[in-house]
């Protein structure tokens, strides 16, 4: 009984964490998204050059869901759609202006909270922490 509190507290720590990173990024930006947005956005950013159908699966959402913030992404110059020269009917996307506006605040954000782990946490708690993450990570996947 007390391994599912932990369990419990582990999950809630999590969510706990998850919600202040993003408070605190949002309040750093000048860039406001909602989470469907923000999610997207920041896998175009991680896995750029991704068509719309990758990005619809790695979301869990219909590919028309996507193509709909995608279209609002590339009228405000956030995205760029470029068509595949193998394929004429596949689009890949890539950051426009705004786009990469937002990577580089977004990674401007990332290494001030990256400071702040090396400044409070020493090199082994760093390394036990991205271990069991990393653990938990693939135990969910």
């Known amino acids: ?13 999590i969510e706990d964490i998850w919600i ?15 989470n469907q947005q923000y999610v997207l ?7 750029p050059f991704s068509s719309p159908t990758e990005l619809a699966e790695k979301m ?5 869901a996507v193509s709909q913030q995608l279209a609002k992404f590339e009228k405000d110059g956030y995205i760029i759609r470029k068509q595949q020269i193998e394929d004429k009917r596949t689009f890949s996307i890539e950051l426009g202006e705004k ?3 937002y990577k580089n605040e977004m ?3 990332y290494q ?3 400071e702040k782990y090396h400044v409070n ?11 069991a993450v990393q653990k938990l990570r693939e135990l969910l996947e």
């Open 1 to 13: 009984m007390k391994n599912k509190n932990i369990a419990e507290q582990i999950n809630r720590a």
């Open 20 to 34: 202040i990173l993003e408070k605190k990024e949002r309040a750093y930006m000048n860039i406001r998204l909602n």
């Open 41 to 47: 956005l920041t896998l175009i950013i991680r896995h």
């Open 60 to 64: 869990g959402i219909t590919k028309s």
């Open 99 to 101: 786009g990469l506006l």
């Open 107 to 109: 990674e401007a954000f």
């Open 112 to 114: 001030q909270i990256s």
């Open 121 to 131: 946490l020493s090199s082994k708690e760093l390394i036990n922490i991205l271990s």
